[in-house]
Each structure stands twice: as structure tokens, then as C-alpha cells.
């Protein structure tokens, strides 16, 4: 059993940079994967980074060269640097993480909103 509390998120003007923070706790020792999801109104909920126990990340085509995504392992916490920020990344932002089993978890979600 795995649960995810997220941190971060709000309100930023369009070229500015945001961090969403998620911690594990539970089992963390069985967690494979972490990574972010998000989901506007009315659209599928799209992966935007993902990243395992080894370190190799996988980024959308939407976000790459502008996100980071890091992790660190025995703590079970995973960081995602959002920079050049645009109005289309505004969505919920989800935390979610896959054990070395069938395990699927997530977060509650957090808004992240890009506007002037």
C-alpha cells in the first residue's frame, strides 16, 4: 500500500517556472515508477513524466526541454521543474507511481494554472 501527497501548484504568468513536489510513504520500497499525470476539462488524463527506480525519465513531446522530472529512491519522492511555463499546461496535475507488482496509485491532484 502506497499513498501520495502532492504539494505545489497555483497560479503563474505564462514563461514563469513552478515545482509539484510528491512524497511517498507506506511501502515505499515497492515502488517502481513515479511520474505526473494531468487532466483538464473534458480531455483524457495524459502522462507528462514519468520516472523509475533507475533514473530514466520519459517526458511528453508537450513538455520536453521545459520540464524535469527527479526522484530520490529511498525517501520516495519525486519533483517535477516546470519552466516556460504556457497557458496549455494548465491543468490538474496528479502524482502517481506503479510498484513492482500491479500497484497503481495516486494523488488527490493539484491545480496548476498558467494565465496573465
Known amino acids: 500500500q502506497v499513498q501520495l501527497v502532492e504539494s505545489g501548484g497555483g497560479l503563474v504568468q505564462p514563461g514563469e517556472s513552478q515545482r509539484l513536489f510528491c512524497a511517498a510513504s507506506g511501502s515505499v520500497f515497492s515502488i517502481y515508477v513515479m511520474g505526473w499525470f494531468r487532466q483538464t476539462p473534458g480531455s483524457r488524463r495524459e502522462l507528462v513524466a514519468a520516472?523509475?527506480?533507475?533514473?530514466?525519465?520519459n517526458y511528453a513531446d508537450s513538455v520536453k526541454g521545459r520540464f524535469t522530472i527527479s526522484r530520490d529512491n529511498a525517501k520516495g519522492t519525486v519533483l517535477l521543474q516546470m519552466n516556460m511555463l504556457k497557458p496549455e499546461d494548465t491543468a490538474v496535475y496528479y502524482c502517481n507511481a506503479h510498484d513492482y507488482g500491479t500497484g497503481n496509485y495516486w494523488g488527490q491532484g493539484t491545480q496548476v494554472t498558467v494565465s496573465s
Open positions: 520516472i523509475a527506480t533507475d533514473g530514466r525519465p
